[in-house]
C-alpha cells in the first residue's frame, strides 16, 4: 500500500543525525525504515530495522553517525509505476519498504508491504511462558495470573498472540501453571483468534526453559519462545530469520541497557589518580525474554526439570553450539511490578 504523506514525511532525516536518533525515529513510527535525504528533499540513501541490527554487531555505537549504517544504493521505483509491478518488485526483492521518488530523486512517496495482501503463514510454532507465580505483581495477581493482567483494555498474552497472528504464525503453544485455568479458560483452543493453542501444564516452577521438556510432539523445525510479561514491538518473524541466518542453536534477543553513574568518576593507580570520567555512562546488553531456538537445543531439557534459559544457553556453548544475540531497540517492557503495569496502560 501507498503510504500517507503526512506519514512519510515523519521518517525523512537528514545525514548529520546519529544512529540514536534513526532509533527514535524507527520506535516512533513503527514503519521499520528512515529516509535520508538533502535539503531538497532528495533522496541519499535509507537505514532500516536490520540495517541498525547489523551495524550494532559489527560494533556500532548509538551515537555513531546515521551514515555507518546507512545504505546508499537502495531500490526505488518512480510515481507512475503501478500496483503489480511495485508489489512483484517487493515480493522478488523480500521488501517491506520501497521508497517513490521523481525525476529528480525527491522523494514523493513511500510503499509499504501489506501482510494482509502477503498472507504469508508460518509453520513455526511459539511457545509462550505463562506459568509463573507473579509474586513481585502482589495483590494484582491474587486472583489474576501475571499474563493476564489487562493492558489496553485485554490481557498481555492476548496482544502477544494477537501480534504474532498477525506476523503470519497459527500454532501457540501456553505454559501454564498458576492460575492456568484462567488462562485456559479464556483462550481455549484459540480458534476465536483463528489460531491453533495447546497447553504445557506445569505441576511445579520449572523455570524460564523447563516447560519445554513438556513439548509432546517436540517442534521438527526452529520456534520462538518468549516470556508472556514481555510486551514489545519486536518482530518475531524477524528474530526468526535472523535465527536461521546465523545457523544458530539458539537466539536471544537482547536489549541495550544504559545507565548513568550519578557521581564523578576518579580513575587511580594504587594511590595516584590518573583521570577523572564525570558521571560516565554505562551500556550493558540485557536479556529481553524473547528466543528463537532449534530443535537441537531441546536435547538438554528433560520432562520435569529446573532449568533456565541462560542455563540451557550455557550447555549449548559447552558443547560448542553457536550461540547469538539478536539486537533489538523497539520498544519493549518487562512488566515486572505494579509500576511496569502502569506504565504499560499509559503507553
Not at 501482510?115 to 511457545?127: F, K, L, M, Q, Y
Not at 495447546?198 to 523445525?221: F, H, K, V
Not at 545507565?259 to 583521570?275: S, Y
Request: net charge negative.
Amino acid at each position: 500500500m501507498s503510504l500517507p504523506e503526512h506519514l512519510w514525511r515523519k521518517i525523512m532525516l537528514s545525514p548529520d543525525k546519529l544512529i540514536r536518533d534513526v532509533i527514535a525515529n524507527l520506535n516512533e513510527s513503527g514503519l521499520q525504515i528512515v529516509l535520508v535525504v538533502d535539503d531538497f528533499g532528495r533522496l541519499l540513501g535509507t537505514v532500516t530495522d536490520g540495517d541498525i541490527r547489523r551495524g550494532l554487531l559489527r560494533g556500532g555505537q548509538i551515537d555513531s553517525p546515521l551514515s555507518a549504517v546507512m545504505r546508499s544504493n537502495s531500490l526505488v521505483v518512480p510515481p507512475e509505476m503501478g500496483r503489480e509491478m511495485v508489489a512483484h518488485l517487493m515480493r522478488v526483492n523480500k521488501l517491506r519498504q520501497l521508497p517513490v521518488v521523481d525525476g529528480d530523486h525527491r522523494v514523493v512517496g513511500l510503499h509499504l508491504w501489506d501482510d494482509d495482501v502477503a498472507g504469508e503463514v508460518r509453520s513455526n510454532t511459539i511457545v509462550i511462558m505463562a506459568g509463573g507465580l507473579g509474586k513481585r505483581m502482589r495483590p494484582h495477581t491474587e486472583t489474576c495470573p501475571k499474563p493476564m493482567l489487562p493492558v489496553a483494555g485485554k490481557p498481555m498474552l492476548e496482544h502477544i498472540i494477537e501480534r504474532a497472528r498477525g506476523e503470519g504464525f497459527r500454532h501457540f503453544v501456553l505454559a501454564i501453571m498458576y492460575l492456568g485455568h484462567v488462562i485456559e479458560d479464556y483462550f481455549g483452543d484459540g480458534s476465536r483468534w483463528d489460531v491453533s493453542i495447546d497447553y504445557l501444564r506445569e505441576i511445579s516452577p520449572l523455570g524460564t526453559a523447563g516447560a519445554l521438556g513438556l513439548l509432546n510432539p517436540q517442534p521438527s523445525d526452529s520456534f520462538i519462545v518468549t516470556n508472556g510479561d514481555v510486551l514489545s514491538d519486536i518482530r518475531y518473524g524477524e528474530v526468526l530469520d535472523f535465527h536461521y541466518r546465523q545457523g544458530a542453536a539458539a537466539t536471544m534477543a537482547v536489549r541495550l541497557y544504559e545507565w548513568q553513574h550519578p557521581f564523578g568518576v576518579v580513575q587511580t593507580n594504587g594511590v595516584d589518580i590518573v583521570g577523572f570520567e564525570e558521571k560516565p555512562v554505562n551500556r550493558t546488553h540485557i536479556n529481553a525474554g524473547i528466543y528463537a531456538l532449534s530443535p537441537q537445543a531441546l536435547t538438554h531439557v528433560k520432562p520435569n526439570m529446573l532449568l533456565d534459559m541462560p542455563s540451557l544457553f550455557e550447555q549449548l556453548q559447552y558443547e560448542g553450539k553457536r550461540t547469538v544475540a539478536f539486537p533489538m531497540h523497539e520498544p519493549w517492557l518487562d512488566v515486572g511490578r505494579p509500576d511496569d503495569l502502569a506504565l504499560a496502560n499509559k503507553t
